[in-house]
């Protein structure tokens, strides 16, 4: 069955850095997410992104976060100073249509 | 006020047996959907089940079945004969809006399930 694949599966980098996450939705999707969770917290929707534009963000998701699809299968976060509250797992997802809506296993993202 | 409520952080239940995970929404939007997705140790997300609120009948997926009470704005997982592997965090999950609005999830806080042998 196709997945959406999350690369890396755990990332350490320090305060102040640039990171990059990657995602590989699945093949015929259209519709693509960032989502995130705290350690022990809900998970929080970041952004959504639909026809090569953000269609939906999130008071999380402000300037030191992107998005990009750079070559029709990738799919990036990239978030451009690091603080410490930005440790958590990042899921990638997306979907078909508005519903059936498939997560990658995630990122987990720690910021020293 | 919380637009998912998972009511139970921790249930149990043995082995074979059937499950119900609790799952209440908020919104005044007539065009919703809602999803259930489960969470073992390792961390990943994986997608259970789907229900549209214009849905006639009750989503199922295998085990999976979703009791869909939309006068009582429920929407509670069922899960049929247990299995050890069930075992992990269950999250209810709720977008609202029909088709020109975005596709935005609200999760609950989770349900952790733990089958007992």
């Known amino acids: 069955e196709p997945e959406v694949t999350q690369t890396p599966s755990h990332q350490v980098t320090q305060m102040g850095q640039e990171v990059i996450l990657r995602c590989v939705p699945i093949?015929?999707?259209?519709?693509f997410y960032w989502y995130r969770q705290i350690l022990g917290q809900k998970v929080e929707f970041l952004v959504s992104?639909?026809?090569?534009?953000?269609?939906?963000k999130s008071e999380i998701f402000d300037d030191q976060f992107s998005v990009e699809r750079p070559d029709g299968s990738n799919f990036t976060l990239k978030i451009r100073s690091t603080k410490l509250e930005d440790s958590a797992m990042y899921f990638c997802?997306?979907?078909?249509?508005?519903?059936?809506?498939?997560f990658g296993n995630g990122t987990r993202l720690t910021v020293t | 006020a919380q637009k998912i409520t998972q009511t139970q952080p921790g249930m149990f239940v043995q082995e074979k047996e059937a499950v119900t995970l609790d799952c209440t929404y908020d919104t005044s939007d007539p065009s919703y959907g809602l999803f259930w997705y489960k969470q073992p140790s390792s961390g990943e997300m994986i997608f259970l089940i789907y229900?549209?609120?214009?849905?006639?009948q009750n989503a199922t997926e295998g085990r999976y079945s979703l009791n869909f009470q939309k006068a009582r704005k429920s929407a509670n997982l069922v899960i049929s004969a247990s299995q050890l592997g069930d075992s992990a965090m269950y999250f209810c999950a709720m977008r609202e809006g029909g088709v020109n609005a975005g596709n935005m999830l609200t999760f609950g806080g989770g349900t952790r399930l733990m089958v007992k042998p």
């Open positions: 997802a997306s979907s078909e249509r508005r519903d059936y809506i498939h």
């Open positions: 992104f639909y026809n090569n534009e953000i269609s939906e």
């Open positions: 093949s015929n999707h259209l519709y």
């Open positions: 229900q549209g609120s214009y849905d006639q």
